[in-house]
Nanobody
Framework: QVQLVESGGGLVQAGGSLRLSCAASGRTLSSYAVAWFRQAPGKERDFVARISWSGSRTYYADSVKGRFTISRDYAKNTVYLQMNSLKPEDTAVYYC????????????????????WGQGTQVTVSS
């Protein structure tokens, strides 16, 4: 199995930037697709971004497209979420999740499609 730990959350002002990290241990993350989800108070856990196991493809929710960037560093066994131009509505607990990579087509933007989850990191954007 793989263990995931998020870090980098905090309090930022609107328009600011923050970089979240998802560090893996237990197994190499190189063969896993990794996604970021977020959950605001009273809301469902929503898809934010995903990167394929090969790192060649990325996908973003419309609400963050153009502002957030997902990337991965295989040497550090870590996936990042660079968040720019943050808005108050980005406030949420952010989770990273992993699933075994495959060659099968699919968007994989639902929580039940992921096997491993981190504990979450709080991101608060003030106005």
């Amino acid at each position: 199995q793989v263990q995931l730990v998020e870090s980098g959350g905090g309090l930022v002002q609107a328009g600011g930037s923050l970089r979240l990290s998802c560090a893996a241990s237990g197994r190499t993350l190189s063969s896993y697709a990794v996604a970021w989800f977020r959950q605001a108070p009273g809301k469902e856990r929503d898809f934010v971004a995903r990167i394929s196991w090969s790192g060649s493809r990325t996908y973003y929710a419309d609400s963050v497209k153009g502002r957030f960037t997902i990337s991965r560093d295989y040497a550090k066994n870590t996936v990042y979420l660079q968040m720019n131009s943050l808005k108050p509505e980005d406030t949420a607990v952010y989770y990273c999740a992993a699933r075994p990579g495959s060659y099968s087509p699919g968007s994989y933007q639902r929580t039940y499609e992921y096997d491993y989850w981190g504990q979450g990191t709080q991101v608060t954007v003030s106005s």
